[in-house]
């Protein structure tokens, strides 16, 4: 038997999830509108990256911002905001060091929300995000949020690839 709270108590549970996937879809499209905006303006990757870190920051406020992935020259490359690579502890990196699933490392000053950045099934590098280890935010709707940003990310990414492979093959026929 329900209690007479029951009924209220889903209606608070609705509304909190309309709120959060709201929440989602806003982030989804402002991303891509950076993205978007970097591709009109040519920016190179790293440029690109400031704009969507400094966009994350304001939404989502982690300590640290960390994404690994391949650049423009199509070699892997390590992306910072409010941390160096310097700053990291050998745990730290090792949990960094690629991964293709989500996971939650805690360290002893920051906890890591890390996931794994899969372009049709190809492992291409890691984001990840770092809270104070005693201010956590919900691990559900932060990996949810971060989904959000790497399905926006992934398609540039996958851009960057075909385009370098094409100039690559066309140098290459010129070579010839």
Not at 26 to 51: F, H, M, N, P, Y
Not at 109 to 130: K, T
């Amino acid at each position: 038997m329900h209690s007479p709270e029951s009924p209220q108590q889903d209606v608070q549970a609705l509304q909190r999830e309309i709120k959060d996937l709201r929440r989602r879809l806003r982030v989804s499209q402002e991303i891509d509108d950076l993205i978007e905006a970097g591709t009109i303006a040519q920016k190179c990757l790293a440029a690109l990256l400031e704009e969507v870190f400094s966009y994350i920051e304001k939404e989502m406020k982690p300590q640290a911002v960390f994404l690994c992935t391949v650049d423009e020259e199509l070699k892997i490359s390590s992306f910072f905001r409010g941390i160096s690579e310097a700053d990291l502890t050998p745990e730290e990196k090792t949990a960094l060091n690629g991964t293709d699933r989500r996971n939650i490392f805690n360290s002893d000053h920051r906890s890591w929300f890390i996931a794994g950045l899969d372009m049709a099934g190809e492992n291409i590098g890691v984001f990840a995000l770092a809270y104070p280890s005693g201010d956590k935010p919900d691990p559900e709707i932060t990996f949810d949020l971060m989904n959000s940003i790497i399905e926006e990310l992934d398609n540039y990414f996958y851009a960057i690839k075909a385009n370098r492979f094409k100039h690559m093959m066309i140098m290459e026929i010129q070579h010839c």
